[in-house]
């Protein structure tokens, strides 16, 4: 009698673990993956990623296609910072793209600052003109704060970009 009752404890153990497993592995298997399209204006090169939103993995791609994702307008652009309402969560001078995926927010922003990397750069910044770089930056929000912030393009003298998340 005593062995059945450890038979019944042992077997409703497996059946929690073997529950736990599959709603682990249905996590596993439902990763989303969007497609990053980045469009720099000027030269008409477009740059695409994937990228992995649980993870926040990151892998060029030949090209994107697919249907947008629906922007959300939750995020705006001020002073060079990046608000959500009046909080600060990144330093940024234009917003190219915001939208929610998987529980998070993803934004793309470009972000400009005067570069001084080699002694060209420093000699034009004493001359009046110095060299500005564009940085394209993703940004992964969850419940208002950055998670993740990845740069995924450097550009000198280089300001009208468009991009775009594709499902």
Same mark, same amino acid.
Request: glycine fraction near 4%; aromatic fraction near 6%; include cysteine.
């Given at each position: 009698?005593?062995?059945? !009752? ?7 153990? #497996? ?15 439902? &990763? ?15 740059? @695409?990623?994937?990228?992995?939103? &649980?993870? !926040? #993995?990151?892998?060029?791609? *030949? @090209?994107?296609? $697919? ?18 309402? *009046? ?15 998987? $529980? ?13 990397? #080699? ?8 001359? $009046?003109?110095?060299?500005?770089? !564009?940085? /394209?930056? /993703?940004?992964?929000?969850? *419940? ?13 003298? !280089?300001? *009208? ?7």
């Amino acid at each position: 009698m005593a062995q059945l !009752s450890t038979l019944g404890h042992s077997t409703q153990m #497996n059946m929690k673990v073997l529950i736990l497993f599959m709603v682990l592995l249905t996590e596993i298997v439902q &990763a989303i993956e969007v497609k990053i399209s980045v469009l720099e204006k000027d030269t008409q090169v477009t740059t @695409s990623y994937s990228f992995d939103v &649980a993870s !926040s #993995n990151l892998k060029p791609l *030949d @090209s994107a296609s $697919g249907d947008a994702v629906p922007q959300t307008t939750t995020y705006s652009v001020k002073d060079g910072q990046l608000l959500a309402g *009046d909080k600060n969560l990144a330093e940024a001078d234009e917003l190219l793209y915001q939208c929610h995926i998987d $529980g998070c927010d993803l934004v793309i922003v470009r972000d400009e600052y005067n570069s001084f990397s #080699n002694p060209l750069r420093i000699l034009s910044a004493f001359a $009046g003109h110095p060299i500005q770089v !564009s940085k /394209i930056v /993703i940004l992964k929000i969850v *419940d208002g704060k950055v998670r993740k912030q990845l740069e995924i393009i450097r550009k000198p003298s !280089s300001y *009208d970009w468009t991009a775009s998340v594709l499902e």
